[in-house]
């Protein structure tokens, strides 16, 4: 049997938000090498969804990546010309949605449409799920219906959709390395019980998964890990091989740098144990594996796999209330001393709403807590002339009730300082929100019913 060409993995996005311009260097990469190439973003974090959510109950057709149009309008035209596959979970709470948004973009650019493939089985909010969520949450279970609900869900359904021809696959809440493996099972059709070759893939998928992470941005501390053209880094492409071992690199000509320390730092990055790095498809294990620098770039190799978990994460987000926050700012002499006594104005004020979080950013705003004990015992440890020289001090108060009107309470005391003292605060800045809260679970993996269907 002829070998297969080696799959070539363009990752353009490591989170929402991330950097719109990131794919056109990754695209340009893939149609210079003229292999078959599949182009991923990785939108979705548990915040993210539950926020994408709440916005879908707002508006029906909402609750997908809101930067979908961003992301695809500079690349779109590019890989359905040259047959780069388009994968991602900017699905999150609507993925249908966002296939429907995706067709009007082609349309828009006057592109041929594009088969889309939507994947489903994620979203366990429904009400037909309930009691399968109050059997596994047990007394965590929430007292009102869950914002989402929504499981980790592997990449056989994405392997699927590719298979039947599919340009771009939208997904919800897939695990983030199931976005590089189910192309490459759908490339060299492995059985889904191989697993040293799921896990090298996985693997892949995990040093791809946060973009940019790998290339140096998250990586970077001046003077000690030290990167160059931060502002214009490249994002990773990774080189898979049937055996499922792969090769990291960058585009050419892109800043950053990719190297030894960034790939280690990243393949360690959230995983609880290297002899068992949980996924929905394998259990990945890294303690034989080589990280070996080579001229074409970083391979990883030796990634050994066991068989996958007989349950599903789930993640459920619940409402818990109201967050609300201010900030308003002192300079000059005495600047810390100012500061301090306008968080315990706010502290006096609002004693009877419940604990209130005080930093004072310039000074203490890591190692706060709700009662002050480790911002007091960092500041009462500097000596005078040291605090006396802190003179650009931001105060910020923060406090998460179940109801509206106390944390509303909150932005009007801030914004009170003005005239109410200590002396100089300005720059008062406020904000409420909806809170969310989150309680996981382990679903049998049987519960969990996955697939995809194409978009007409």
Not at 28 to 56: D, H, K, M, N, P
Not at 101 to 114: E, V, W, Y
Not at 167 to 195: F, K, N, Q, S, T
């Amino acid at each position: 049997m002829a070998l297969k060409e080696r799959l070539l993995i363009g990752c353009a996005a490591g989170f929402s938000g991330d950097r719109v311009d990131a794919a056109a260097p990754v695209v340009r990469e893939l149609i210079a090498r003229g292999q078959s190439a599949v182009l991923i973003f990785e939108t979705l974090a548990e915040r993210t969804l539950a926020l994408a959510q709440l916005a879908r109950r707002d508006n029906p057709d909402a609750g997908f990546e809101p930067l979908l149009d961003e992301l695809l309008r500079p690349v779109l035209a590019d890989c359905l010309a040259h047959g780069i596959r388009i994968v991602s979970n900017f699905g999150a709470a609507n993925p249908h949605g966002a296939a429907r948004r995706i067709q009007q973009l082609a349309r828009g650019l006057g592109l041929r449409a594009p088969r889309i493939a939507v994947v489903h089985g994620d979203d366990l909010s429904g009400p037909e799920h309930h009691d399968l969520l109050a059997q596994c949450l047990g007394a965590a279970m929430p007292a009102e219906p869950p914002v989402s609900a929504n499981a980790y869900i592997g990449a056989e359904a994405i392997a699927n959709a590719l298979r039947a021809g599919a340009d771009i696959v939208v997904a919800g809440r897939v695990a983030d390395p199931a976005l590089a493996l189910g192309p490459a099972l759908a490339h060299y059709g492995w059985a889904l019980d191989d697993w040293d070759r799921l896990a090298g893939a996985t693997m892949a998928g995990h040093l791809l998964e946060c973009g940019a992470q790998v290339t140096g941005g998250y990586f970077a501390d001046p003077g000690y890990k030290d990167v160059p053209g931060l502002a214009t880094l490249g994002y990773p492409i990774a080189e898979i091989e049937a055996d499922g071992s792969c090769m990291l690199f960058k585009p050419e000509g892109t800043g950053g740098r990719l190297d030894l320390h960034t790939v280690k730092e990243q393949l360690l990055y959230e995983l609880h144990d290297p002899g068992a790095y949980l996924t929905p498809d394998v259990v990945a294990d890294i303690r034989e594996a080589e990280v070996l620098q080579t001229p074409e770039g970083v391979r990883l190799q030796g990634v050994r796999g066991h068989a996958r978990p007989a349950t599903l994460k789930v993640n459920v987000c619940h409402a818990t209330g109201w967050f609300a926050e201010g900030e308003i700012s002192y300079a000059g002499a005495r600047a810390l001393g100012r500061a301090r006594l306008a968080g315990e104005v706010l502290r006096e004020r609002l004693r009877d709403a419940g604990p209130l979080r005080v930093d004072l950013i310039g000074a203490c705003s890591i190692f706060g807590d709700d009662e002050g004990r480790a911002l007091a015992a960092v500041l009462d440890q500097a000596a005078a002339a040291t605090q006396d020289a802190l003179r650009d001090i931001r105060l910020r108060v923060a406090i998460q009730h179940t109801d509206a009107d106390v944390a509303r309470r909150l932005v009007r005391e801030v914004t009170a300082l003005y005239c109410c003292g200590p002396a100089g605060g300005g720059g008062v800045r406020t904000g409420m929100r909806p809170r969310l809260g989150t309680v996981s679970c382990l679903v049998p993996r049987e519960a969990v019913n996955t697939g995809y269907f194409m978009v007409d």
